[in-house]
């Protein structure tokens, strides 16, 4: 079955921490990786898109990592900021079409003073 | 250049009422996508369309129509709201490349807030 699996459900860190999301995925056969950011009451935005022979993308002061072999990918946020408190979205595409996007129920992430 | 733009942003709707959703993309994006997000689930596909004139059936497509009369607006229309249809809806849109649609981002709008009472 094509999952992505997401954790932690969610985090709570301190302003100017840095903090690893992960995601774990089975989608087959696999086309690209993404990872979204939604805030409260917005549409998600795209931040990263990781192709199989990429295995690191870097957007300001995210980045993303991508192991094809163990299905599984992180986002490393730097220096977090309050706000980067929203929920990260990793989204696994499936070769084959353009409706063959498997969303994964993403980590809610807060950032304190 | 406002993106995708979705109308309207609330609706309380009773059940057995309908309601049409529109989204609208300036981008000229050929891809269009209706999602809905329910609390600890990953967005689900609901119908999309390829082109103008065009539609698909997507994971969770019971009880919703769409049309695409025009390239750049994409409706979801509820015939007889339920209860279950309570969700967040989003309208995405995408556009197509020589390198074909899967390496594309995809444009979200602000979503839908619909309850079904």
């Known amino acids: 079955k094509n999952q992505v699996e997401q954790s932690p459900q969610s985090l709570i860190i301190l302003e100017g921490k840095n903090c690893t999301l992960q995601?774990?995925?089975?989608?087959?056969?696999?086309?690209?990786l993404r990872w979204y950011k939604q805030d409260t009451g917005r549409g998600p935005v795209s931040l990263t898109i990781m192709t199989f022979s990429e295995n690191t993308k870097s957007n300001g002061r995210y980045t993303a990592t991508l192991d094809a072999d163990t299905k599984q990918s992180s986002l490393h946020i730097t220096a977090s900021q309050l706000s980067d408190s929203a929920s990260y979205i990793c989204?696994?595409?499936?070769?084959?079409?353009?409706?063959?996007?498997?969303f994964g129920a993403g980590t809610r992430l807060a950032v304190h003073p | 250049n406002a993106g995708v733009t979705q109308t309207p942003k609330f609706r309380v709707l009773k059940t057995g009422q309908s309601m049409t959703l529109l989204c609208a993309q300036d981008m000229n994006h050929e891809y269009m996508y209706w999602y809905r997000q329910d609390p600890g689930m990953g967005l689900r596909l609901i119908h999309y369309?390829?082109?103008?004139?065009?539609?698909a059936k997507g994971e969770v497509p019971d009880g919703y129509n769409v049309s695409r009369l025009k390239k750049q607006n994409f409706l979801l229309g509820l015939e007889s709201a339920a209860p279950s249809q309570t969700s967040v809806y989003f309208c995405?849109?995408?556009?197509?490349?020589?390198?074909?649609?899967?390496?594309?981002?995809?444009?979200f709008g602000q979503g839908t807030r619909l309850t079904v009472v």
């Open positions: 995601c774990n995925y089975t989608v087959s056969p696999f086309s690209n």
């Open positions: 369309s390829v082109g103008e004139g065009t539609t």
């Open positions: 989204v696994v595409s499936r070769s084959g079409g353009y409706n063959k996007l498997i």
């Open positions: 995405a849109s995408s556009r197509w490349t020589g390198n074909g649609f899967m390496n594309t981002e995809a444009f």
